[in-house]
C-alpha cells in the first residue's frame, strides 16, 4: 500500500481498515485490502 506500519495501525485503531483482531494480533483479509484501496484512492493523499 506504501503506508509505514504506524499507519497501517492507526487506520486499524481508528477502525478505518477492515480486520479481524485475535488474542491482540490484528489480522488482514487480501481481498477486502483490495475492496478498501479501490473505494479509497483519492481519498488518503501523504
Same mark, same amino acid.
Given at each position: 500500500? @506504501?503506508?509505514? &506500519?504506524? =499507519?497501517? $495501525? @492507526? #487506520?486499524?485503531?481508528? @477502525? %478505518?481498515? &477492515?480486520?479481524?483482531?485475535?488474542? @491482540?494480533?490484528? *489480522? #488482514?483479509?487480501? =481481498? !477486502?485490502? !483490495? $475492496?478498501?484501496? %479501490?473505494?479509497?484512492?483519492?481519498? *488518503? =493523499? *501523504?
Amino acid at each position: 500500500m @506504501g503506508f509505514s &506500519p504506524w =499507519t497501517v $495501525r @492507526g #487506520l486499524i485503531w481508528k @477502525g %478505518e481498515i &477492515p480486520h479481524i483482531n485475535v488474542a @491482540g494480533k490484528y *489480522f #488482514l483479509d487480501i =481481498t !477486502d485490502m !483490495d $475492496r478498501w484501496i %479501490e473505494i479509497n484512492k483519492t481519498k *488518503f =493523499t *501523504f
